[in-house]
């Protein structure tokens, strides 16, 4: 089974900036997609930011401009950069792995994952 772990997370005032880190205990595959999710306390869990290993990056549209996916293959790890930070950013940030091909349609979509991370804390004030 392939590990996730997410670390990065903490409490920022608005405006400021986060930088989370994903890191895979292996990857698999010669493709797959990763992505970053989050979820308030009753709320559903909600694609924030995607990446197929085919070039593909797709964002929710309320962080477009704001965060950046991005990852270092040599590393196994996956990075998202979250600038101007709001309170509507608050959640836990989970980290997510999909083997082989993914649908662009689904890329920020909980069906096309089957790894998951344990979650890193983003609180901002």
């Known amino acids: 089974d392939v590990q996730l772990v997410e670390s990065g997370g903490g409490s920022v005032q608005a405006g400021g900036s986060l930088r989370l880190s994903c890191e895979a205990s292996?990857?698999?595959?010669?493709?797959?997609?990763m992505a970053w999710f989050r979820q308030t306390p009753g709320k559903e869990r909600e694609g924030v930011a995607a990446?197929?290993?085919?070039?593909?990056?797709v964002y929710r549209d309320s962080v477009k401009g704001r965060f950046t996916i991005a990852q270092d293959t040599a590393k196994r790890t996956l990075y998202l950069q979250m600038n101007s930070l709001t309170p509507e950013d608050t959640g836990m940030y989970y980290c997510?792995?999909?083997?082989?091909?993914?649908?662009?349609?689904?890329?920020?979509?909980?069906?096309?994952?089957?790894?998951w991370g344990q979650g890193t804390q983003v609180t901002v004030s």
């Open positions: 997510a792995l999909g083997g082989g091909y993914c649908y662009t349609s689904r890329l920020l979509t909980e069906i096309e994952y089957t790894d």
């Open positions: 292996q990857l698999m595959y010669t493709k797959y997609c």
């Open positions: 990446m197929h290993t085919d070039g593909q990056t």
